[in-house]
């Protein structure tokens, strides 16, 4: 089993939601999170005169989920057709392994708890 984490823009919530569920993958939660990456934030305008400021902390959302190994190819194909723009601050994918899981209603664990 593998855990897939997912930070990207927060307006490609729905377009992700639905490319997972495509893809059989129907168990994910997501929040709202705030940080920085690379880029160390970005410059936006304020008030009327166009000053810019730097601002450090870029609102992102967080997906994650848990999937069997051989789903991984086509979970991160499909965040990544769901996210990528091409422009700076389209987000980052992590893959970690997970030992177990378990379902706690049922008592099922690994595979059959996803």
């Known amino acids: 089993m ?7 823009r927060p307006e490609r919530v729905n377009a992700v939601s639905n490319a997972l569920v495509e893809e059989g ?12 990456g690379r880029q ?3 410059e936006v ?4 005169g166009g000053t810019t400021a730097t601002r450090s902390a870029v609102s992102k959302t ?7 190994d051989d789903k991984k190819d086509a979970v991160i194909e499909a965040i990544v057709s769901a996210t990528r723009s091409g422009e700076i601050g389209d987000g980052k994918i992590f893959v970690s392994a997970v030992s177990d899981a378990i379902r ?3 008592g099922e664990s690994g595979d ?3």
């Open 104 to 106: 706690v209603r049922t």
């Open 62 to 68: 967080l997906l994650v989920t848990v999937v069997e």
């Open 40 to 42: 160390a934030g970005i």
């Open 2 to 8: 593998l855990k897939i984490e997912a930070i990207f």
């Open 25 to 36: 993958v129907t168990g994910f939660h997501y929040q709202n999170v705030t940080g920085q």
């Open 45 to 48: 305008v304020t008030g009327r």
């Open 112 to 114: 059959s708890a996803l």
